[in-house]
């Protein structure tokens, strides 16, 4: 779950921004209805599932049409909405697999040692001895840290997003800098 890179994770980043113009964040996936009323279940894809409680509306699915939300409870990592319009089961049952959105312009602030997705997504990678390593392609999440994945020509590199390899983001610069820790990375 991540569209946030925090050191010490979907933001956590926007799934799927690669590189192009983010007007959007994911935040949810509606897994289905719940009940007969029109509720739906969403799995939360970001740090921030508190925000369901004070948002007014959000956008559903690849046409971004927006739903108006009536209520959310959250419930670990789901949460229970009932969007306007959405009346029963079989209108629940036909937002399956849709991600729920928000303008970019609606996401939480960040501390500074903490970047969307789609901001470290585009950015140049360097390694503190001065090699241009690539560009960031794309990040996921494992089980501890996000991963940003760095690529080269026909060469990939995985980057641990932890404090002893990425020493500096730069997103104004687009550099991020890297220490490469051995077993990392060869030298050429």
């Given at each position: 779950?991540?569209?946030?890179?925090?050191?010490?994770?979907?933001?956590?980043?926007?799934?799927?921004?690669?590189?192009?113009?983010?007007?959007?964040?994911?935040?949810?996936r509606i897994l289905g209805p719940v009940g007969v009323n029109?509720?739906?279940?969403?799995?939360?894809?970001?740090?921030?599932?508190?925000?369901?409680?004070?948002?007014?509306?959000?956008?559903?699915?690849?046409?971004?049409?927006?739903?108006?939300?009536?209520?959310?409870?959250?419930?670990?990592?789901?949460?229970?909405?009932?969007?306007?319009?959405?009346?029963?089961?079989?209108?629940?049952?036909?937002?399956?697999?849709?991600?729920?959105?928000?303008?970019?312009?609606?996401?939480?602030?960040?501390?500074?040692?903490?970047?969307?997705?789609?901001?470290?997504?585009?950015?140049?990678?360097?390694?503190?001895?001065?090699?241009?390593?690539?560009?960031?392609?794309?990040?996921?999440?494992?089980?501890?840290?996000?991963?940003?994945?760095?690529?080269?020509?026909?060469?990939?590199?995985?980057?641990?997003?932890?404090?002893?390899?990425?020493?500096?983001?730069?997103?104004?610069?687009?550099?991020?800098?890297?220490?490469?820790?051995?077993?990392?990375?060869?030298?050429?």
């Open positions: 779950m991540s569209d946030v890179r925090a050191i010490p994770p979907y933001s956590r980043r926007p799934a799927g921004s690669r590189g192009r113009d983010v007007r959007f964040l994911v935040i949810a029109g509720h739906v279940r969403a799995r939360v894809l970001t740090d921030f599932p508190e925000r369901f409680s004070h948002l007014a509306e959000v956008n559903v699915g690849d046409n971004l049409r927006p739903y108006r939300i009536q209520s959310a409870k959250s419930e670990g990592s789901t949460v229970v909405l009932k969007l306007a319009g959405v009346d029963d089961a079989a209108t629940g049952k036909s937002l399956r697999n849709q991600e729920i959105h928000i303008p970019i312009d609606r996401a939480m602030g960040l501390r500074g040692d903490q970047y969307y997705w789609h901001q470290v997504v585009g950015l140049r990678v360097k390694s503190d001895d001065g090699r241009e390593l690539g560009v960031v392609t794309d990040v996921f999440r494992t089980g501890s840290n996000d991963v940003y994945v760095v690529g080269a020509g026909s060469n990939e590199l995985l980057i641990p997003a932890i404090e002893d390899v990425v020493l500096n983001i730069d997103v104004e610069q687009g550099l991020i800098v890297v220490h490469l820790i051995p077993g990392l990375a060869e030298k050429p």
